[in-house]
């Protein structure tokens, strides 16, 4: 099962929105509902934002939303601020009873 | 609170074996889906294996023949047996609760340490 590819970067001010992709295939991004969205600061435990493409899990600011169109998803991160900076990474189910990540993108808030 | 902590990590040499444990509490382990994830040096996240509350366990391909998860409900634990260890084993191994069948993941554990050297 090859990894779910997302830009390595993406940057942008505060108060700026900032938008990471995750391409798949239709073997797992396209052809379940089941994209979730991870934000993992260094040397912590990767943190639940988004799941189910655009659900957002209590405690999560209404500032990320996510989104899938085909074999792409999406995670928007709106209304930047200092501590979104962090690296994220998409998952899907892939069938079978597997799942796998995306790449990484390491968010930078200039 | 719900809380895993992980424990087990360290150096081990290629070939040989390591158990990692997940000490679960706020929740009953043996009624939830598992999983282990884990993280190479600088690098991303990788699915390792999920133990579904009816005791079905899956790998991913990387692993298979090699790691086995499983649970002692007694001690509410999940535990990750990893035989045959490869350098390329090397990561930080997280423990997750899953929501269900399909995911997501939630909470994470802190992740203990596997080095695979000699």
């Known amino acids: 099962q090859s990894a779910l590819t997302q830009p390595p970067s993406a940057s942008g001010s505060p108060g700026q929105s900032v938008t990471i992709s995750c391409t798949g295939t239709?073997?797992?991004?396209?052809?379940?509902?089941?994209v979730s969205w991870y934000q993992q600061h260094p040397g912590k435990a990767p943190k639940l934002m988004i799941y189910?493409?655009?659900k957002r899990p209590s405690g999560v600011p209404d500032r990320f939303s996510g989104s899938k169109s085909g074999n792409t998803a999406s995670l928007t991160v709106s209304g930047l601020q200092a501590e979104d900076e962090a690296d994220y990474y998409c998952?899907?189910?892939?069938?079978?009873?597997?799942?796998?990540f995306g790449t990484g993108t390491k968010v930078t808030v200039l | 609170e719900v809380q895993l902590v992980e424990s087990g990590g360290g150096l081990v040499q290629p070939g040989g074996s390591l158990r990692l444990s997940c000490a679960a509490s706020?929740?009953?382990?043996?009624?939830?889906?598992m999983s282990w994830v884990r993280q190479a040096p600088g690098k991303g996240l990788e699915w390792v294996s999920v133990?579904?509350?009816?005791?079905?366990?899956y790998y991913a391909d990387s692993v298979k023949g090699r790691f086995t998860i499983s649970r002692d409900n007694s001690k509410n634990t999940l535990y990750l047996q990893m035989n045959s260890l490869r350098a390329e084993d090397t990561a930080v191994y997280y423990c997750?609760?899953?929501?269900?069948?399909?995911?997501?993941?939630?909470?994470w554990g802190q992740g203990t340490l596997v080095t695979v050297s000699s």
């Open positions: 997750a609760r899953d929501w269900g069948p399909y995911g997501p993941s939630l909470p």
């Open positions: 706020g929740f009953t382990v043996s009624s939830n889906y």
């Open positions: 998952s899907s189910y892939a069938g079978s009873n597997n799942f796998v």
């Open positions: 133990i579904y509350s009816g005791g079905s366990t």
């Open positions: 189910e493409v655009s």
């Open positions: 239709s073997s797992d991004v396209g052809g379940y509902n089941y």
